[in-house]
């Protein structure tokens, strides 16, 4: 019986202060070692494409597209670290000790902000094109978008930092137990995660997404009745207020799917104590899984997208003046 007990534990021979194993069924078990690997290699693979699409075609660069690029960033550091850490404590005890399970977490509420804040860019970009069309190029500019960016990088840092001094001082108090990488938050700390982090990114965005959208429907009735009356005058004019409501509907579809992968995580949150655990592995799934859709989205919406990973794919940019490729 002694035995069978020693292996249960994820370090027997310091059986005093180690974790058990945790069992996982079949369907776990699968998910956990077929499914999540490919998901794992998808969203860093798809999001490397966006990385150097837009970093590399000049035409590319514009405001909107930066903060896709920011975006992407964020998605792809998902699959380059956040998923295989999700896919090792799935499948076998932590072994990397504490100072690299704080990092782990650290770098994970670095990402995960930096995604949300990146969504609150996007929607305020949005609003700015739609609802104020005429001072849209003065206002967002590439130099403007680039310290937004950089900001946001640099707060989700100081963010993540006053969340966790915790146990930035401390890195042994993120293990109850040997072979476990868990973050406890006191009560402070979870209030204020999920005000900043929930509460008011999604107030902002939504707010900020039905005012596009009631502008948008009022914009498209007005484009209709100058067709209808023949203002051909007025055809230069709308024709920009069309593309941006073609960007304002991709990014609507994008930012949408971002609140249907982001919300169950914080909304299971309220319902148990304020711990990042296994309690939470499958809502928390859904919120990475997200940084993999992203991709298809873009390639399901956008053309230029779809041009620049054939150019990437049959390596014609490593072709001379490939950056100045003209794929819109």
Request: proline share 4%; glycine share 8%.
């Given at each position: 019986m002694e035995t069978g007990d020693q292996s249960e534990l994820c370090f027997p021979q310091v059986a005093n202060i180690s974790c058990r194993k945790s069992f996982s069924g079949l369907s776990e078990g699968v998910l956990s070692v077929v499914l999540l690997p490919v998901v794992c290699v998808l969203t860093a693979l798809l999001n490397l494409l966006v990385i150097i699409a837009i970093s590399h075609f000049r035409q590319l660069h514009t405001p909107t597209n930066l903060l896709l690029l920011s975006l992407a960033v964020s998605d792809f550091l998902v699959g380059l670290l956040l998923w295989p850490g999700e896919i090792?404590?799935?499948?076998?005890?932590w072994a990397l000790g504490d100072v690299a399970c704080f990092w782990y977490h650290f770098l994970s509420f670095i990402i995960t902000s930096a995604s949300v804040g990146n969504m609150v860019l996007i929607s305020a970009d949005r609003y700015v094109a739609i609802c104020d069309p005429l001072h849209y190029h003065l206002k967002v500019t590439v130099k403007r978008i680039q310290i937004c960016v950089c900001l946001c990088w640099f707060l989700?840092?100081?963010?993540?930092?006053?969340?966790?001094?915790?146990?930035?001082?401390?890195?042994?108090?993120?293990?109850?137990?040997?072979?476990?990488?868990?973050?406890?938050?006191?009560?402070?700390?979870?209030i204020l995660d999920l005000v900043v982090i929930f509460i008011?990114?999604?107030?902002?965005i939504v707010t900020l997404y039905l005012r596009v959208f009631v502008v948008a429907v009022s914009q498209a009735r007005a484009m209709r009745s100058?067709?209808?009356?023949?203002?051909?005058?007025?055809?230069?004019s709308l024709a920009a207020n069309k593309s941006e409501l073609k960007a304002a509907r991709t990014l609507g579809v994008l930012v949408l799917?971002?609140?249907?992968?982001?919300?169950?995580?914080?909304i299971v949150s309220l319902m148990g104590d304020s711990t990042f655990s296994s309690s939470a592995q499958y809502v928390l799934y859904l919120f990475d899984f997200n940084s993999c859709v992203n991709p298809f989205i873009y390639a399901l919406f956008y053309p230029w997208f779809r041009r620049a990973v054939t150019h990437i794919v049959t390596l014609r940019i490593v072709q001379p003046g490939s950056r100045e490729a003209n794929i819109l």
């Open positions: 090792y404590m799935s499948t076998s005890c989700c840092f100081v963010y993540s930092s006053i969340i966790l001094r915790d146990q930035m001082a401390r890195p042994e108090k993120c293990s109850s137990c040997y072979g476990e990488c868990v973050i406890h938050i006191d009560i402070g700390g979870g008011l990114p999604l107030c902002i100058h067709v209808a009356c023949g203002k051909l005058q007025h055809a230069v799917f971002f609140l249907v992968c982001f919300c169950p995580f914080y």
